[in-house]
């Protein structure tokens, strides 16, 4: 059984973001990279399913800039055999352009299923994964909670605002992985030692016999960027007196919030 994750890095989100100089794009000085969590959960669960089967590979195939180097590493620790990086500058493609460049890497490589996060959290598209699989000519199942891997075919658990949804496809399949399918491993000591060990092999868009009009073609543009409003501070209200402190919550919500 082989799997391929495909990966992004993305801003912990535990930095605090600065607007670049452009207006248009973040300024990275200073920031922290991270695998992007959502991909934390597919590439767990390639690991767990390589792990079941005994055999195959897990290979990790990331887009975007040199200091990606140090996700994949991260990934290579926590279980992942194989790794691709395909060098560019991802932040200047859409969707569309980081779903081509994917599908030329994975269209070389043997594969039984895909992997993805829903989302990455840079973006928050949820377009890359079904657009990769379009791409590919195969089948595809999002937001999944729950994977069995039977003879040629998985079955796929996805929740719903309603319901869950129990779908079955073919092999291969690509599976874009929500929170909850997993509880993603740490990198241990061993797994970093054997990481280094383990070359990533690297490409670019022309030996993918890309041309950078296909990837970086203008069809989305950010127009511009801000940071959302800080919040006004909460208000403390004395409660040792508790029928005065209804009486000035009940005045504060009518007559200065406006709430009814």
Not at 75 to 104: E, F, M, N, Q, Y
Not at 123 to 129: A, I, K, R
Not at 148 to 170: H, L
Not at 195 to 220: F, N, P, Q
Request: glycine share 8%; charged share 25%.
């Amino acid at each position: 059984m082989n799997s391929i994750v495909c990966i992004t890095q993305v801003p912990d989100t535990e930095t605090r973001i600065k607007i670049g100089g452009d207006g248009r794009s973040i300024d990275e000085t200073g920031v922290k990279f991270v695998v992007s969590p959502y991909d934390e959960y597919a590439l767990e669960e390639a690991v767990k399913i390589r792990e079941a089967k005994g055999a195959g590979d897990v290979t990790v195939v990331c887009f975007g800039p040199e200091r990606a180097q140090s996700a994949i590493r991260d990934c290579l620790a926590r279980g992942a055999t194989k790794a691709i990086h395909v060098i560019g500058d991802s932040l200047r493609a859409d969707s569309l352009g980081i779903a081509k460049v994917l599908a030329a890497v994975i269209r070389s490589q043997p594969h039984d299923l895909v992997f993805v996060g829903k989302q990455g959290v840079g973006t928050d598209n949820s377009l890359v994964g079904p657009m990769l699989a379009e791409l590919l000519g195969i089948a595809h199942v999002t937001v999944v909670t729950k994977l069995e891997v039977g003879d040629g075919k998985v079955t796929a658990y996805r929740e719903t605002e309603i319901a869950e949804e129990v779908i079955e496809c073919s092999l291969p399949a690509l599976v874009a992985a929500q929170k909850g399918l997993n509880n993603p491993r740490f990198a241990s000591i061993k797994g970093i030692m054997a990481a280094k060990k383990i070359a990533i092999e690297s490409k670019t868009l022309a030996d993918l016999g890309l041309a950078e009009g296909d990837v970086y073609e203008t069809r989305v543009k950010v127009v511009a960027m801000e940071l959302p409003r800080e919040k006004p501070a909460g208000r403390k209200i004395d409660g040792s007196d508790p029928v005065a402190a209804a009486k000035e919550i009940v005045r504060y919500l009518h007559e200065e919030v406006k709430a009814f």
